[in-house]
């Protein structure tokens, strides 16, 4: 199976910027999406594909991925960016397997 | 717009039986691959299962497979997923999501999610 590994905890003050990594095994050849969730709700996609924003993302949100890490990258961040984010792959095995990172709790100070 | 809204959750006992559904709106149902994930109470996202967007291919996480079923009835926009020999750790909210992806290509990541159904497996 292909582990994913999030810090538990990143904290950041207003207006500076959050760095969420995302290791994996090789991860630099795959590709890796983010969804943020905030309390009570249901995850949204933020970035896709490594480093594309759906529309009604804010440009703050970036990503990239290489050798053995991602990174979701926050700029100017935000009270309302306070979440948790949680990485995902598609890998397949014979089977096919999603596979999401244990998540990240982004706490802004 | 797209929506997705899960029903049938509960609480059951262990070994017995539920079923979820998951009503589609806003998109054609039928073009796109659709998800089970899960998230146990204070836990993380766990994907469960995946049927290909005209039922022809389903995939299951480990935990769940041969006791869960996942279908989809296009002619009524719906996902379901039939989960039998419950236990306490099936437990969480189940969302279903849509796989962004053309037909036939597999979905790498879920772009609309549901808003979830609690199920809650205890004695």
């Known amino acids: 199976s292909y582990v994913l590994t999030q810090p538990p905890s990143v904290s950041v003050a207003p207006g500076k910027t959050a760095r969420i990594t995302c290791g994996g095994n090789?991860?630099?050849?795959?590709?890796v999406h983010w969804y943020q969730q905030k309390p009570g709700q249901a995850p949204v996609l933020v970035v896709y594909?490594?480093?594309d924003r759906p529309s009604g993302i804010p440009e703050r949100f970036s990503g990239s991925n290489s050798g053995n890490t991602a990174t979701l990258t926050i700029s100017r961040v935000e009270a309302g960016d306070e979440a948790d984010y949680y990485c995902?792959?598609?890998?397949?095995?014979?089977?096919?397997?999603?596979?999401f990172g244990g998540g990240t709790k982004l706490t802004v100070l | 717009q797209v929506q997705l809204v899960e029903s049938g959750g509960g609480v059951v006992q262990p070994g017995r039986s539920l079923r979820l559904s998951c009503a589609a709106s806003?998109?054609?149902?039928?073009?796109?691959?659709m998800h089970w994930v899960r998230q146990a109470p204070g836990k993380g996202l766990e994907w469960v299962a995946h049927?290909?967007?005209?039922?022809?291919?389903?995939y299951y996480v480990d935990s769940v497979e041969g006791r869960f079923t996942i279908s989809r009835d296009n002619s009524k926009n719906t996902l379901y997923l039939q989960m039998n020999s419950l236990r306490a750790e099936d437990t969480a909210v189940y969302y279903c999501?849509?796989?962004?992806?053309?037909?036939?290509?597999?979905?790498?990541?879920?772009?609309?999610w549901g808003q979830g159904t609690l199920v809650t497996v205890s004695s």
């Open positions: 999501a849509r796989g962004e992806a053309a037909p036939g290509d597999v979905p790498l990541y879920f772009d609309y």
């Open positions: 806003g998109f054609t149902f039928s073009n796109y691959g």
């Open positions: 049927i290909w967007y005209d039922g022809s291919q389903k």
């Open positions: 090789n991860i630099g050849i795959k590709r």
């Open positions: 594909d490594d480093s």
């Open positions: 995902q792959v598609w890998y397949s095995s014979g089977d096919h397997v999603w596979v």
